[in-house]
Structures are given as structure tokens and as C-alpha cells.
């Protein structure tokens, strides 16, 4: 099984490192937008090159974290990119958004099976990810070894919560799928966990906890710079008339940042769990995210980037809207 697992990755690797140099080469493509090896273990990094002798750098693996959706809007000329499940729809929704042209990208969809957070396995494992020698996934399981010694760990314990909670692994919208589709990996408990538990709080205690955690923020905008559903050239945070926050990170601005960034990727945000995953604080963002992804499935039936013919959720009202204020 897991000679077949890695087996899989390195076909579809090849694969993708073929398609990649066929696309510059017969210049289909400015750009090709992937993952290389990170210089830390166990990481990648996303590699934007127009150069074909770089696409041999090319890896999928289980660490193929970003949502490489984000370098879209920042890139001039046609666009290969490689796209997993959630990274697919992110680009549906910025084509949705005009922001992004679907004939200027030519989209090399990736069926996923979920991906590793090493600070998962670091906590199950007890040992630092240096300390680590190998992590292998192999069917339901993942394999760490550590000074020739092997622990496994159910799949379901080291995947990303938002993983846990896939809805759409294999990309919708595609070019060339890499692979064969595959079913997602799924966890309810463990990835709604998190939600769960403020959802059982009195709104006094919801309250009292995001206090606390938005102490912690120190407004890097990591959050708000990793996440491809928000692109406005200019963030409301940043502006000095009218301001809408102040620019030192107190927690009632932290908070109010958030609330509004939360409202400006309603119908856009696919769940793909970079803004919490990036946050150099630790601060559960997906706990606002989710619930706000939830609340638009349930109010308006909108999943964001599943038709890129469709409207943007925003942009659009039915006759039958209950507020007269849009009618
Ligand atoms: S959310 Fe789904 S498609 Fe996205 S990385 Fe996780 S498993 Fe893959
Ligand atoms: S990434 Fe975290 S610390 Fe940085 S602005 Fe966002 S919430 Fe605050
Ligand atoms: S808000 Fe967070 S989870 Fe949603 S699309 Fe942006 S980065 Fe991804």
C-alpha cells in the first residue's frame, strides 16, 4: 500500500513536470505555478517559473500546502497552475470575480487526499519535526520514523482540520486532471471540533474568548495576504479617511478586521484553511471562516467557486429577497 501511495504521487509528478515543460515549450504559457521542495523537512514552497529546465523542481506530495490561487491576480500573461480541490475552486471564484480570465489559465488539477500538519504529527510523535527521519502515507495511515524506530498514526489524526472536512478533493474545473478522482478523507468531529466548542458557549464566553485570542493578534495581515478571496487593491484597514481601524493592534480593531474580512470572503472563502494555518499566533480564524462558509450554505445555497458561470454571491439578489433594502 504504501510502495502504492507513493507510486500514485510520482505519477502524478511526472506527469505534471511533462505537462509543465510542453506548455513553455510550445509557448501555451507564460508561467507555470507549482510546488518545489521548502528548505525546511517535511515542506514545499510554490515555485513560479517561466523557465522550462526549472519544471524537473516540480513535487506533489502530502506537504503541497499553499493555495497557490493567490498568485493569480499578480502575474501578467497565461498561467499554468497546479491546483488541488480547493485551490480549483478559488480560481473559479476569482473568474467569477472578473478578476481572473479562464482562457488565460490552463489549470493542472490535482485529485487530493489531504494534507499533513506537521505540528499534528509533532505532537503525537513528541519529537520536533528536525528530529523526525521519515513520514510516509500509506492507505488510512501515516508512518513516522524516528532513529530507525516506526509509530502510525491514523490519517484522520494528522490531516488539517479543514482537510477533515473536504467536501471536493478532486478539482471541478480543470484543463488536465493528473490523476485518477479521489473520495475525500473525512472527519467531521475532528474538523468541526474547534467550532463545536464555541458553539456550546454562552454569547458572554464567545465573547470573552475572542477577546483573549485577538489580544494575541499582532495585525501582521498574514491572514489577509495568503488567502486568494481577498484581492481589493487597497484593504479598508489601510485607509485614513474614513479609518475604519487603527493601525496598532488593539484587540477591539483585531477583532473588528476580522469580522469585516470574514463578511468581504462571504461566497468566495472555499474552506481551503490558509488564513488559520498561516497565523504566526495560533489564532483559530477558521472558527469565523467556517462558520461564515456554513452560514451562506445554509442562508443562500451558495458554495463559492462551483460554477464559473454563475454570479458571485454579493453581486446578485432574487425577487424574493427578505431584505427591501436590496430590492
Ligand atoms: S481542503 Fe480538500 S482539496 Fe483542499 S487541501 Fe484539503 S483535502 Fe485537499
Ligand atoms: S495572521 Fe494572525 S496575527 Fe496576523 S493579522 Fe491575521 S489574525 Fe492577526
Ligand atoms: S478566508 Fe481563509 S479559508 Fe477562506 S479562502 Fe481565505 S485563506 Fe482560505
Not at 480560481?91 to 481572473?100: F, G, M, R, T, Y
Not at 473588528?256 to 498561516?278: K, L, P, S, W, Y
Request: some cysteine.
Amino acid at each position: 500500500m504504501a510502495l502504492t501511495n507513493y507510486l500514485l504521487m510520482k505519477d502524478i509528478e511526472q506527469k505534471l513536470k511533462n505537462e509543465a515543460k510542453a506548455l513553455l515549450e510550445q509557448g501555451k504559457v507564460d508561467y507555470i505555478i507549482g510546488f518545489e521542495p521548502g528548505s525546511l523537512k517535511f515542506t514545499t514552497t510554490p515555485l513560479i517559473t517561466r523557465d522550462k529546465n526549472d519544471v524537473d523542481r516540480l513535487v506533489i506530495n502530502s506537504f503541497i500546502v499553499n493555495n497557490l490561487a493567490n498568485f493569480l491576480t499578480e502575474l501578467k500573461g497565461r498561467v499554468g497552475i497546479v491546483a488541488k480541490g480547493c485551490d480549483s475552486r478559488s480560481i473559479v471564484s476569482l473568474i467569477q470575480d472578473n478578476k481572473v480570465a479562464r482562457e488565460n489559465v490552463v489549470i493542472l488539477g490535482v485529485p487530493c487526499t489531504g494534507i499533513i500538519n506537521l505540528s499534528k504529527i509533532e505532537r503525537l510523535a513528541g519529537k520536533d519535526r528536525d528530529e523526525l527521519d521519515n513520514i510516509s502515507r500509506e492507505g488510512d495511515k501515516v508512518v513516522v520514523t524516528v532513529d530507525g524506530k516506526t509509530s502510525e498514526f491514523p490519517i484522520t489524526g494528522v490531516l488539517f482540520d479543514n482537510c477533515l472536512g473536504c467536501e471536493l478533493p478532486t478539482p471541478q474545473e480543470y484543463d488536465l486532471l493528473l490523476g485518477e478522482p479521489t473520495l475525500p478523507v473525512t472527519d467531521e468531529t475532528v474538523s468541526q471540533a474547534k467550532i463545536d466548542q464555541l458553539r456550546g458557549l454562552t454569547l458572554k464566553q464567545r465573547w470573552d474568548f475572542w477577546e483573549n485570542e485577538f489580544s494575541r493578534c499582532i495585525r501582521c495581515y498574514a491572514c489577509r495576504n495568503i488567502c486568494p478571496a481577498c484581492f481589493c487593491e487597497r484593504c479598508f484597514v489601510e485607509e485614513t479617511e474614513p479609518q475604519w481601524v487603527m493601525p496598532v493592534p488593539r484587540w477591539q480593531d483585531n477583532l473588528v478586521f476580522q469580522v469585516i474580512r470574514n463578511i468581504h470572503v462571504a461566497g468566495r472563502c472555499t474552506d481551503c484553511g490558509e488564513c488559520e494555518r498561516t497565523c504566526p499566533v495560533n489564532i483559530p480564524l477558521r472558527s469565523l471562516t467556517k462558520e461564515m462558509y456554513d452560514v451562506v450554505g445554509e442562508l443562500f445555497h451558495f458554495k463559492a467557486g462551483m460554477d464559473k458561470e454563475s454570479l458571485p454571491l454579493m453581486t446578485h439578489y432574487e425577487q424574493e429577497e427578505a431584505e427591501d433594502l436590496i430590492r
